[in-house]
């Protein structure tokens, strides 16, 4: 790979204020970080959807604090001019305002966050996001859809289809916003009721699943490149086939193998004749 000029990393009144929509991506090892900070992303998400699509868990409610510190340095060294958010884990935040500051304080340490992500609007996360943005620290909300405590929102499905769901994800995007938030994502919502609070909020909306009038969009890596094969999810564009290239390749891998065609004199090492006859 071929690695991009060296750019500057986007400032915090750049992302409030941004020339043009935000471009985020998530990222969770350091040849994906890679990729995103060659391609020109704005921002990296290093989200805990690592859970589900690199750990391998059936929830994001499973990862913990060592798992993001570890991929969120391993974006951080593959990304080092991208402005990285983290998410905050399930169980950090909702311990209270303190236990996040700890994780909040952590990941910008240990593993050289920007900024920190959590989910909701509920007293807790209010709260949450004063005391962390009061000790100058970024952060970012998340509305609609919360895949931590999805569970409880009825399963993975789409908010804000009714007026009470619809209110709630409009007032927590005020909310975040009177609380210090920089930013909120919107996730899974209608289009219009994201172009409200759009229009409604002065900090810029990141949209997955809640249509084109955001500020910015957000994708996980996994959907946006194909790298696990079956059914598009709605709210998803994909632009590349990673998952069918990967097995096409390593089922060539092992054909070669099998068939002895691999390696070939070209992927092997040589020895001079009189040094060999002497080992005989």
Do not use: W
Not at 13 to 26: R, Y
Not at 52 to 72: K, P
Not at 158 to 184: I, P
Not at 220 to 241: F, I, S, T
């Amino acid at each position: 790979m071929t690695d991009a000029p060296a750019r500057k990393k986007l400032s915090l009144p750049q992302l409030i204020q941004p020339k043009a929509p935000l471009v985020m991506v998530t990222a969770y090892d350091h040849a994906q970080a890679r990729h995103a900070e060659a391609a020109g992303v704005d921002l990296i998400l290093v989200g805990d959807s690592l859970g589900n699509v690199v750990l391998g868990y059936e929830s994001t409610a499973q990862v913990t604090l060592g798992d993001m510190l570890h991929h969120a340095r391993a974006v951080r060294r593959g990304a080092p001019n991208t402005f990285m958010v983290v998410d905050l884990p399930f169980g950090t935040y909702q311990l209270g305002p303190q236990a996040a500051l700890q994780a909040a304080v952590q990941l910008v340490q240990e593993a050289g966050a920007d900024a920190v992500k959590l989910e909701g609007a509920a007293p807790n996360e209010l709260e949450c996001v004063r005391r962390i943005s009061a000790a100058g620290i970024p952060v970012m909300g998340h509305v609609g859809l919360l895949p931590q405590t999805a569970v409880a929102q009825g399963g993975l499905r789409v908010q804000g289809k009714d007026e009470t769901s619809a209110r709630r994800a409009l007032e927590g995007a005020l909310a975040l916003e009177e609380a210090g938030a920089f930013s909120a994502v919107l996730e899974a919502i209608p289009a219009a009721l994201a172009a409200l609070i759009t229009a409604r909020t002065q900090i810029p909306t990141i949209g997955i699943g809640a249509g084109p009038q955001c500020d910015g969009q957000v994708l996980v890596y996994h959907d946006v490149l194909g790298v696990y094969e079956g059914p598009v999810m709605k709210m998803v564009r994909r632009y590349a086939e990673v998952g069918q290239l990967s097995r096409e390749g390593l089922s060539s891998y092992a054909a070669d193998v099998r068939a002895r065609q691999f390696p070939a004199p070209e992927n092997s090492f040589g020895i001079a004749d009189e040094v060999l006859e002497r080992l005989y």
